[in-house]
């Protein structure tokens, strides 16, 4: 059995510990956050002090594609969210019975989830994995560096370990990058002449995040689905663990008009604006509105010209494929990444240190490489649009797939085959070849949405946004 060093306690890399450890591996996690603040009741009582991770007080959501892996594969950490008040919840009940979409049908269990705010769902997994035999994490630990071993191939580097920021030296049979979007183990390669391939792409959206728990109203009603765009702006959120709930305001990273809904009362009064999603702040606050600016759809690959850069390293999760943020994709596709990373493992061992190397590099790529592809083109042409609203103009533009997406998202509501369609891709259970092409429903979003509007929704137009935001100067 293989000793595996994972660095970064997030959501994947606990995860990645775990499963590794019920194989008989030994597992060791580092993190650079201390863990103190990491316990349940901790995070549930609001001490979020995780300075590691850009995104860790935002909008999060386990979609149900991964909830099912994790359910799956460990079915302990679950019983743990529940346990720390996560809920139960179905993306689509909030349609149920709306417009044409009628009652829950047969199957619709599908889209069931478990939510919990993110500090709590990972303090959660923090606690199971630091329970788990074979599982060692080191809280508060920094790599500075990595440990070059004997190359196994002709002149190829091999990463035999890394050394922390005390100056301890720690060896392993392999090393897995879980530690997300901020990643510098590519940094740490380079030193030792191993440098990856890094595509980056500026995602160019900026977040404006609130938390709330329930009044004596209760929590909000769950919305048709819970990601919804307008005229230079999109609201995303979802319940979380007991009676807590976020929202998110999502604009232009580079829309300097709505930045001032980093104040919580101009945040309020645009999410006023609109119907559909003004009750989402009926409750009690329990923060002021985080803001996230500066996020980029990034692949990170440890594979050029078919040969790793290195053996003896991988790289998992958000440290190897970046996403944005408001389709709530990574947790899941980085629990995939950690099973697909556990299954070449378990297939071919750590001895052919280069097969070992592509193979992971493969699965990941056919498991999620097609999805940040078609991220990173919405992203494009979504901040292309909003460019155009700021502007007063209407966005046009030839690409057949993201036309489709749009009238998908103009129509969800005027057909049951088609929401429900729309959410096996957006909770991950199926690709959009899968759930649109393959059962035919491309004529049916054509022939409702050539005519419908761009948004479904009602929301206000750019001058009467930009009124509310400037109201009391």
Known sequence: MAHVLIIGAGPVGLAASMLLAADGHRA?????????????????????????????????????????????????????????????????????????????????????TVT???????????????????????????????????????????????????????????????SGRRTEVPDLLAQVGAEPEVLREEAGFRYYTRYFRADERGVPASRTWPLSH???????GGPGDGDTWSTTLVTSDRDQELRSLSRADVWDRVLALYPHAAHWNEGIPLTDVHVMGGTHNTQRRLVADGQPVATGVV??????????????????????????LRDVLRMLGTDDAVEFALSVDREIDAECGDHWQDDTAWCRHRVAEIDAEMRG???????????????????????????????????????????????????????????APRYSEPGPNREELLAAVREGE
Do not use: C
């Open 393 to 451: 103009e209407r966005y046009e533009t030839d690409d057949p797939n993201w036309a489709l997406r749009s009238m998908a998202e103009a129509v969800l509501l005027e057909d049951p085959d088609i929401l429900r369609a729309y959410a096996d891709v957006g909770s991950l259970l199926a690709s959009p070849d899968e759930a649109l092409v393959k059962s035919g429903l491309v004529e049916r979003i054509v022939a409702l949405g050539a005519d």
């Open 28 to 112: 060791t996690v580092l993190d650079r956050d201390p863990a103190a603040a990491r316990t349940v009741e901790a995070a549930i009582g609001g001490d979020w002090r995780r300075p590691g991770v850009k995104q860790f007080a935002h909008t999060h959501v386990l979609m149900p594609g991964g909830f099912r892996l994790l359910d799956k594969e460990l079915p302990g950490t679950v019983d743990r969210i529940r346990g720390a008040g996560g809920n139960t919840h179905n993306m689509i009940s909030g349609a149920w019975n709306v417009s044409a979409v009628g009652p829950r049908q047969a199957g619709d269990e599908r889209f069931e």
């Open 230 to 236: 307008h005229n230079s702006i999109s609201i995303t």
């Open 116 to 178: 919990a705010r993110r500090p709590v769902l990972e303090a959660a997994l923090f606690a199971t994995a630091a329970e788990t035999p074979g599982v060692r994490i080191l809280a508060g630990t920094k790599v500075v560096s990595l440990l070059v071993g004997e190359s196994r191939t002709s002149g190829r580097t091999h990463i035999a370990g890394v050394v922390t920021e005390s100056g301890a030296r720690i060896e392993a049979d392999l090393v897995v990058d879980a």
């Open 315 to 340: 790289a998992i999760g958000d440290a190897r494929l970046t996403t944005n943020p408001q389709f709530g994709a990574g947790m899941t596709n980085g629990l995939r990444h950690a099973i697909r």
